[in-house]
């Protein structure tokens, strides 16, 4: 009879009398052979199936028993088992009660052994000495010579407005867990607390789930809350969110919420991410600065610029021949305005039409950018000027054309950027996954003067993404600071894109310096900006 080895689960004990027995030629069960041998048992004997099968091993002193029983007399239960014999070696699924969780529940919640009583916003919380030491707030407190060193109960005193009592449930809890779930609308009031009683680790934690939730809702109050307790690599994040996202996708309550020392950052920015052309910054900036002035406006996107502008007209009363930005309402916003790089609004004449009705500009700002644009232009017809030779990053951050364009979904696009660019007229295109500049001079209309010369040079950088509905970047490419030579109706691919990251719709944001920087000496620098 061939038989499996199989151990009876619920009966060691008795396996353990059976080998012994057969070991001493005992006779253990009725179904036992004379003389005691361990030999099998016969078929028709009734302890058959329940009997022991001798097993002989490989080694010449040893021999192993293991209870069995014969194939023919498996039923469907044991065979049932056999399949799930491997489970019985997988690890337990059933979560059991870990013992952070009955500390949480027991002494935390339950407050059982307290041997300190905090209040605070109304509220107490029984709480332990020994847990509360984890907080540099409470370590230092308990241990020096301080009055609450010596007593059973502590009013705190709360001074950040961003406090309230959740927060401080989940900033005392936190002592006596391992780990803490967190909200984003809570983690600007639980950073908060977790700043005032100096614990790190929920600090740190708080960050991360702030860089993870940044959106349109939540980056002025992350950039803020992060900026009063040192979280730097939040606040980075932050800005880099907006600078993204400030044009791409406006939103009339980002506009409310932020400040002047934020928006001054964004807008002297050379990676603001700009859509369509410079006059597009101006106009933002318009009715961003309308909102600072009547935050009660409530309205839609759409709604907003022919609110500023009607709003303006009216402040344009009582100006007495001032601009708006040399009144009391407007000097606040001077130094946001003063990062506006005019010289590429007053290129196109529309532009520079409103810019001139919108009286919000300085004239004098307005003359000294006219008088600029007049020698470049001079150079760049009179001088030999076939654009920048080498790459100033400097200039380019600080004076380049930003212009950007979306793509909103797959296909074909072409287009060029109005304005007078110095006799280069740049086409751009997007075709089978590659964005290509072209120098157009003969083969294709243009309404503008178009320089002849054999070669002309462009710095530039382009940079293309994509982002998801939060705003949060998907995919992103960029080419650096280049300097493009290009023939007469040449044309140049310089991008190259792989369909597997491609996500429409693409932004693509440009910056260009069509003419190098004019060499200034000590005879021909502007009287009127001696530093320049």
């Not at 689960?9 to 004379?34: C, D, H, Q, S």
């Not at 000495?129 to 984890?134: G, N, R």
Request: charged letters at 25%; hydrophobic letters at 35%; proline letters at 4%.
């Amino acid at each position: 009879m061939r038989g499996e080895w199989r151990q009876n689960p619920g009966g060691k004990e008795f396996l353990a009398v059976l080998a012994l027995a057969a070991f001493f030629n005992a006779e253990p069960t009725p179904g036992a052979r004379a003389g005691g041998s361990a030999g099998r048992p016969d078929p028709g004997d009734p302890a058959a199936g329940y009997g022991f099968c001798y097993c002989p091993g490989s080694h010449k002193r040893s021999r192993a028993f293991r209870y069995c029983r014969p194939d023919s007399e498996r039923d469907e239960d044991e065979e049932e088992r056999d399949e799930q014999q491997p489970l019985l070696h997988a690890p337990a699924r059933k979560k059991l009660r870990s013992t952070s969780e009955y500390i949480y529940q027991t002494l935390f919640l339950n407050g059982e052994n307290s041997d300190i009583k905090i209040c605070a916003l109304g509220e107490e919380w029984r709480l332990h000495k020994i847990y509360l030491c984890q907080s540099a707030y409470f370590s230092s407190m308990f241990s020096g010579s301080w009055k609450e060193s010596s007593v059973n109960i502590i009013e705190l005193e709360i001074p950040d407005q961003n406090i309230d009592v959740e927060a401080l449930q989940v900033a005392f809890g936190s002592l006596y867990r391992d780990d803490v779930l967190i909200k984003p609308s809570r983690v600007v009031a639980i950073l908060a607390a977790a700043r005032m009683l100096q614990l790190d680790g929920l600090i740190k934690q708080c960050g991360k789930t702030m860089k993870e939730t940044i959106t349109v809702k939540t980056v002025c109050g992350y950039y803020t809350s992060a900026g009063t307790c040192g979280l730097d690599s939040v606040k980075k994040n932050c800005l880099k969110w907006l600078l993204n996202n400030l044009m791409t996708h406006q939103n009339v309550k980002l506009f409310k919420e932020l400040s002047i020392n934020v928006m001054k950052q964004l807008i002297g920015s050379s990676n603001l991410f700009v859509m369509q052309m410079e006059m597009d910054v101006y106009t933002a900036l318009k009715m961003w600065m309308f909102l600072q002035l009547v935050p009660s406006w409530n309205g839609s996107l759409e709604q907003l610029l022919t609110e500023t502008d009607v709003w303006f007209s009216k402040q344009r009363k009582d100006f007495e021949g001032m601009t708006f930005l040399e009144t009391e309402q407007g000097k606040p916003f001077v130094s946001v305005f003063r990062h506006l790089r005019l010289q590429y609004i007053i290129s196109d004449l529309a532009f520079a039409r409103i810019i001139e009705q919108d009286a919000i500009v300085p004239s004098e700002w307005l003359s000294s950018v006219y008088k600029q644009q007049w020698f470049a232009m001079l150079r760049a017809e009179q001088d030999s000027e076939v654009g920048p030779q080498e790459i100033d990053k400097e200039e380019l951050k600080g004076n380049s054309m930003r212009c950007g364009r979306k793509l909103a979904k797959a296909g074909e696009y072409c287009w060029r950027w109005t304005g007078f660019n110095f006799g280069f007229d740049l086409l751009v295109t997007y075709t089978d996954r590659c964005i290509s500049f072209k120098r157009n001079t003969l083969n294709q209309p243009c309404s503008r003067s178009v320089s002849l010369r054999c070669r002309r040079s462009v710095a530039f950088k382009l940079r293309l993404a994509s982002f998801d509905s939060s705003g949060k970047l998907i995919c992103s490419r960029t080419t650096g600071y280049q300097i493009l030579t290009l023939k007469k109706d040449q044309k140049q691919v310089v991008m190259n894109l792989d369909s597997r990251f491609l996500t429409f719709p693409l932004y693509i944001c440009c910056n260009f310096l069509y003419i190098s920087p004019e060499k200034r000496t000590e005879n021909n620098r502007h009287p009127e900006n001696p530093e320049n």
